[in-house]
């Protein structure tokens, strides 16, 4: 695995565990931690992440052909994405301005 792989990899996965964590503490009220329900679905996410054939060349999972994730767990991490994509530039400004930024340029790529 390159470099600028390891970086993606661990940089998806940053992402969304702030997104959790931002949709942990606001929708259930914690604090430092995650609650049990919130933790699993950053657990499950990151193992797909790990385990995702086609990293190299996808920028998010919603842009990919292939959904790995179980239907029931897909809808939990949509749920925190609606929830914390919109709220992302108050908390975390440069992840929020670089998502943006790469999925314009993949739309781009697409035409």
């Not at 503490?25 to 609650?35: E, M, V």
Request: charged content about 35%; proline content about 5%.
């Amino acid at each position: 695995m390159a470099k600028t792989d390891a970086s993606k990899w661990k940089r998806e996965k940053d992402t969304v565990s702030l997104m959790i964590a931002l949709y942990c503490k606001k929708q259930h009220h914690t604090r430092r931690q995650l609650c049990p329900e919130c933790a699993a679905l950053r657990d499950y996410a990151c193992l797909r992440s790990d385990k995702c054939p086609f990293m190299e060349t996808k920028t998010f999972c919603s842009n990919c052909k292939v959904h790995c994730y179980k239907p029931e767990m897909r809808e939990k991490v949509r749920a925190v994405m609606q929830f914390s994509g919109p709220r992302m530039i108050f908390y975390h400004p440069v992840i929020a301005v670089r998502h943006v930024i790469e999925t314009k340029k993949e739309k781009k790529k697409r035409r």
